[in-house]
């Protein structure tokens, strides 16, 4: 039997009158815009956070705020596409120092993705602020983890600054299992899981997903305003190949291509919301893939000439089974290698039943009805955790 955990938790509600007329977004404020509500917990505490080019408090970075709050910021922890998220996908990058604040900048994507205690030593608190975009395989999730774990290990706070999860309104896709488990997928959670960061934070912790031996003391601040249902536009990309809504919505689809031959527009002005291939074509849109730095200095096919789809005016939402299938028929009627990564893709999907029955020529309706199960058994044990209806 579990054991019931009491999880400090602030929940500040935020009520739309009957008549609102504006916009969702207008009336929704994210976990760091609540300065006034968690700067007590920070004062004359050596402070550290997890942040990026998102972490903003209306159009102050989050540091900036706290610095001119007086706030003791000791360091500022990197995650992937490091703080100013001007680094490509995968790129490593080294702890330095920041030029604009002179705080030591602490790299998660680099030798260690997890500080050692040793680094954590002279620390109060942690904040975590960071856009997500709902996707098991998008790594900041994976980051909060070892933070969480590292906090833990230390005795230091855990604060999480909840913002909306863009994909929140989709529950999707195969449970991750154990033997599958990388940087790309840590958690048994659906590769849609319809959560924020927050709510993660908390089904991490409660569930025992965390290594560590001691317990961890995790605050979160939830959103004003929001339910996972709202349409919520991000207003920063939250990292270099997802400029807009269109490719973050397209994005859970499409990712599954990164371990195909098939190009999904990285080096374009357009990721995430086109494919292409030099030789095997679905479609009659060309484009080239060129070296873009700081987001895609090596694209696949660079300066190679493609043909395919351009996604840009397709309606597509959740987890969309036909990009894929399509394409991997093509390329099997030509007798032509689809999934040169199988690694990489059972990484991905966290599981290599999707791929094996891609090649096995099931359908969609097949393909989702065999992890239904598993989204019914996932979605009664987050009941605990979510802060919105």
Do not use: C
């Amino acid at each position: 039997m579990k054991l019931v955990i009491f999880i400090k938790v602030i929940i500040l509600f935020f009520s739309l009158p009957a008549n609102a007329s504006v916009s969702v977004e207008n009336n929704i404020i994210v976990g760091a815009e609540q300065v006034e509500q968690y700067l007590p917990q920070l004062k004359g505490k050596k402070v550290a956070l997890v942040v990026n080019q998102t972490s903003n408090v209306f159009d102050e970075h989050l540091v900036d705020v706290l610095l001119n709050k007086d706030i003791d910021i000791k360091m500022i922890f990197a995650p992937e596409h490091g703080f100013r998220g001007n680094r490509d996908a995968g790129e490593k990058f080294d702890s330095s120092i920041d030029t604009q604040t002179g705080i030591a900048l602490v790299s998660l994507y680099g030798k260690n993705r997890k500080p050692s205690i040793s680094t954590m030593k002279n620390l109060d608190v942690i904040i975590f602020d960071i856009q997500d975009v709902g996707v098991r395989f998008y790594t900041y999730i994976s980051t909060m983890h070892y933070m969480m774990e590292a906090a833990a290990d230390a005795g230091v706070e855990f604060m999480v600054l909840d913002r909306p999860n863009p994909n929140g309104a989709f529950v999707d896709g195969p449970i991750l299992e154990k033997e599958f488990r990388s940087f790309v997928g840590m958690h048994p959670i659906p590769l849609l899981h319809g959560m924020t960061v927050a709510e993660l934070a908390l089904m991490i912790k409660g569930e025992g997903w965390l290594t560590s031996e001691k317990e961890l003391s995790l605050t979160v601040y939830k959103v004003q305003g929001y339910q996972r249902n709202y349409v919520y536009s991000l207003p920063i990309k939250p990292s270099p190949n997802l400029p807009n809504a269109h490719s973050i919505a397209l994005y859970p689809s499409l990712a599954f291509f990164e371990a195909t031959p098939v190009s999904i527009g990285r080096g374009t002005p357009f990721p995430f919301q086109v494919l292409g291939h030099d030789n095997i074509n679905i479609g009659d849109f060309n484009f080239t893939p060129v070296s873009t730095p700081g987001a895609a200095s090596k694209p696949k096919f660079m300066n190679i000439q493609l043909q395919g789809e351009d996604l840009r005016q397709v309606l597509s939402h959740g987890l969309d089974l036909r990009f894929i299938l399509s394409w991997y028929k093509a390329f099997s009627e030509r007798d032509v290698t689809f999934f040169n990564s199988p690694k990489f893709m059972d990484k991905l999907a966290g599981t290599d039943k999707l791929r094996k029955a891609i090649i096995a020529g099931q359908s969609a309706e097949q393909i989702r009805l065999s992890w239904r199960a598993g989204i019914i058994d996932f979605k009664q044990k987050r009941k605990p955790y979510l802060l919105y209806h």
